[in-house]
């Protein structure tokens, strides 16, 4: 495809529940980012893979929180036992270098009732 | 640690008025700086960016110059639309940090007709 894309675009999931976030990046680019962006703020950084390898995962905010590459393309974020605090758009962005610019897919957002 | 400031929003201007939204930084080393914006109901896309000093981005009338001295990142437009309504974020990415970018709270920007 020609962007990032994402899916779903939408979960609702009750609380305690466990979800799976789906992210497919640009063809070809080596980095890709997790973000969590709450109403009316800034996306708050979760965490970043290099190929399969993820690199940094300071911004995971509890042991709920699990990210994955496994082949170095597309990347799951899972939460498990979703609390109401989770709820928030999660945004998947991929660039093909260090300095290069991110490109955001269209997030999703979940709601936790 | 790093961090982005921006002002508070909302901002709500009359169709070809004069836009200003500041944006401050925080880091060490040398950032490149962004800013992105969210149509609404769409996904974070980049507008412009600049990576060193005096450097001036510039997009679709916008412009914002890297000003080291001030630690700033202002974004401009001098005539903006009803089409520009939109959200702007000022991000920067620090490639001692991991390559994650650091976001402010964004601006929400109303034009009226």
């Known amino acids: 495809g020609a962007g990032v894309s994402q899916s779903p675009r939408y979960k609702v999931a009750k609380r305690g529940q466990d979800v799976a976030l789906r992210c497919d990046p640009i063809?070809?680019?080596?980095?890709l980012f997790w973000y969590q962006q709450a109403l009316g703020q800034g996306p708050e950084f979760l965490t970043y893979?290099?190929?399969?390898?993820?690199?940094?995962k300071s911004g995971l905010p509890s042991d709920r929180f699990f990210a994955e590459r496994p082949e170095g393309s597309v990347s799951t974020l899972k939460i498990q036992r979703t609390q109401q605090e989770d709820s928030a758009v999660y945004l998947c962005?991929?660039?093909?270098?260090?300095?290069?610019?991110?490109?955001f897919g269209p997030g999703t957002r979940l709601t936790v009732t | 640690g790093d961090s982005v400031t921006q002002m508070e929003g909302p901002v709500t201007l009359s169709e070809e008025a004069f836009l200003t939204i500041n944006c401050t930084y925080t880091?060490?080393?040398?950032?490149?700086l962004f800013w992105y914006v969210q149509y609404p109901g769409e996904g974070l896309q980049l507008l412009l960016k600049?990576?060193?000093a005096d450097d001036k981005g510039s997009n679709k009338g916008f412009e914002a110059t890297y000003r080291k001295e001030t630690t700033s990142f202002h974004l401009e437009k001098g005539s903006v639309q009803v089409s520009d309504s939109a959200v702007y974020f000022c991000a920067l990415l620090n490639a001692g940090n991991n390559r994650k970018l650091i976001w402010g709270l964004g601006t929400s920007l109303a034009v009226n007709p």
């Open positions: 880091a060490t080393g040398y950032p490149s």
């Open positions: 962005a991929s660039s093909s270098g260090l300095r290069d610019k991110q490109y």
């Open positions: 063809s070809g680019h080596v980095s």
């Open positions: 893979f290099q190929n399969e390898a993820q690199l940094d």
């Open positions: 600049a990576t060193k």
